[in-house]
């Protein structure tokens, strides 16, 4: 199997990309594809795939859904990690990362992670911001951030046994 690393992942408003682009420098040679921007990448070559989206109303991004339906099969047959971007933890956020992905994937995955979230006032909608502020209450700050240790625990289990 190959040892190439390929990171998909669909943000919205950059958080998601950021965890992307982070890992990406952590793990050497991986490439990195955004799904929003509608490039669709070819799995063929890559014996390690890392998805990744962020959580919007409790669920995972469109493309990100689509792309793991379309293409569940061929992921099955790689060394998969997993990881979204997301406000909840706990309970609720464990909830989030295993309804983000099929289940099938997400049993199979070697590595399992909640990022944290960052807000950028300055990118996201009115609407959005509306929402935030009714979830999250008048004084919601702008995000936990991303957890670094969080995503060193990730890049090490990824890391393992290449």
């Known amino acids: 199997m190959s040892n190439r690393i390929l990171i998909v992942y669909a943000s919205k408003y950059g958080c998601t990309e950021k965890a992307a682009l982070l890992l990406q420098a952590r793990l050497n040679a ?52 997993l990881f979204i971007c997301a406000g909840m933890t706990g309970e609720k956020g464990e909830e989030e990362l295993k309804q983000a992905y099929p289940e099938i ?16 006032p300055d990118r996201i909608s009115a609407l959005d911001k509306w929402i935030l502020r009714m979830v999250k209450g008048k004084e919601h700050k702008t995000g936990g951030g991303l957890s ?9 289990t990824m890391s393992a046994g290449e």
Do not use: W
């Open 105 to 120: 994937i997400y049993n199979k995955a070697l590595a399992r992670e909640i990022m944290g979230d960052e807000i950028y």
């Open 30 to 81: 991986a490439e990195v594809v955004n799904l929003s921007s509608g490039q669709l990448p070819d799995l063929t070559g890559y014996g390690t795939v890392i998805l990744g989206g962020s959580i919007y109303y409790g669920r995972i991004r469109k493309e990100m859904a689509a792309f793991t339906a379309q293409h569940k099969q061929e992921l099955l047959t790689k060394r998969l990690g």
């Open 148 to 156: 670094m240790d969080k995503l060193e625990r990730f890049v090490h």
